[in-house]
Nanobody, 121 residues
Framework: QVQLVESGGGLVQAGGSLRLSCAASGRISSINAMGWYRQAPGKQRELVAV???????NYADSVKGRFTVSRDNAKNTVYLQMNSLKPEDTAVYYC???????????????WGQGTPVTVSS
């Protein structure tokens, strides 16, 4: 069974930094993409950043220049370095991955449990 486990959320003042981590574990054949979504109270879940295995990277316009997504393939781990945080970055951040499980014909989508990030003004 494949799982995504996140860590690194918390409370930070505006202008500060946080680093999120997400490790995939289980019987994995390959990982096509890993990234982060977020959901603020009363809003829809939105893409923050995603890194593919080819290795394209996409960012939401609202985080470009402030956030950096990276991946350690040996550890099946994706990171999100968040700098110059703003109160509007406050949300629950969810790790997301497109993984081909062991002995599976195709990929499946997986989500982490979410880690809260609160940015105070």
């Amino acid at each position: 069974q494949v799982q995504l486990v996140e860590s690194g959320g918390g409370l930070v003042q505006a202008g500060g930094s946080l680093r999120l981590s997400c490790a995939a574990s289980g019987r994995i054949s390959s990982i096509n993409a890993m990234g982060w979504y977020r959901q603020a109270p009363g809003k829809q879940r939105e893409l923050v950043a995603v890194i593919f295995d080819d290795p394209r990277i996409n960012y939401a316009d609202s985080v470009k220049g402030r956030f950096t997504v990276s991946r350690d393939n040996a550890k099946n781990t994706v990171y999100l370095q968040m700098n110059s945080l703003k109160p509007e970055d406050t949300a629950v951040y969810y790790c997301h991955a497109r993984i081909v499980p062991w002995q599976s014909p195709g990929y499946r989508l997986y989500w982490g449990q979410g880690t809260p990030v609160t940015v105070s003004s």
